[in-house]
């Protein structure tokens, strides 16, 4: 019932904590048209590390959304890149949820491209996830900072931990938090939950 594929492949980031670069090169390219991985399944999950970097991308994106099918954009989308082209074509498709990231703090473009596409798709505030990478060049402030932050954008933030092993406690506490909707939505403060695990 899914097919699960790559259009695209490589990605022109660069970040410390990811791999992509190294194995599949810092131009993102494609690879494959949809018929070649799909064959009219009802759910398509793209592996694709970052399908907007790709010149390809409008076509690419019109093979999804004439597919008819559920897509799930398994790896995000690289919000630093939308534009309002980009955000017309990805809302043609049909998808349960979008996934971006602000994996660095100091990463004023993501956030300011958060806020700038916040209305932009369709669907309420849990459609729209964005991975907040901690453990990773991030005090527990800044993780904070970010969670908050998203929330009061109407984004559903998502804690990923690098390194989870090593991660301290406050961390992963972190995450539990966030991660758990039911008691992310009823316990506003990080602190009012930390304090309740003792």
């Known amino acids: 019932d899914t097919a699960y594929g790559y259009l695209t492949r490589g990605c022109p980031r660069q970040c410390p904590f990811c791999i992509v670069g190294q194995k599949e090169g810092v131009q ?15 759910h398509i999950k793209l592996l ?9 991308w409008e076509n690419l994106l019109g093979q999804l959304a004439d597919s008819g099918a559920w897509v799930d954009f398994t790896q995000g989308i690289d919000i630093r890149l939308m534009t309002d082209e980009k955000a017309a074509a990805i809302n043609k498709s ?51 900072c970010r969670v908050y932050t998203l929330r009061d954008l109407g984004y559903t933030p998502y804690v990923m931990i690098y390194d989870k092993f090593k991660a301290p406690r ?26 309740t695990r003792g």
């Open 28 to 42: 993102t390219y494609k690879v494959a048209d949809l018929q070649q991985f799909w064959r009219g399944q009802k």
């Open 48 to 56: 694709d590390p970052n399908l907007l970097a790709c010149p390809d």
């Open 94 to 144: 049909k998808y349960i949820r979008l996934h971006f990231a602000w994996d660095n703090f100091a990463d004023t473009v993501s956030l300011e491209k958060l806020k700038e596409y916040k209305t932009a798709f369709k669907g309420d505030y849990s459609k729209r996830v964005v991975y907040v990478l901690t453990n990773f060049n991030s005090t527990n402030e800044e993780d904070l």
């Open 170 to 195: 406050e961390t992963r506490l972190l995450q539990r938090w966030v991660n758990n909707k039911r008691i992310f939505r009823s316990t506003k403060k990080f602190e009012e939950y930390d304090c």
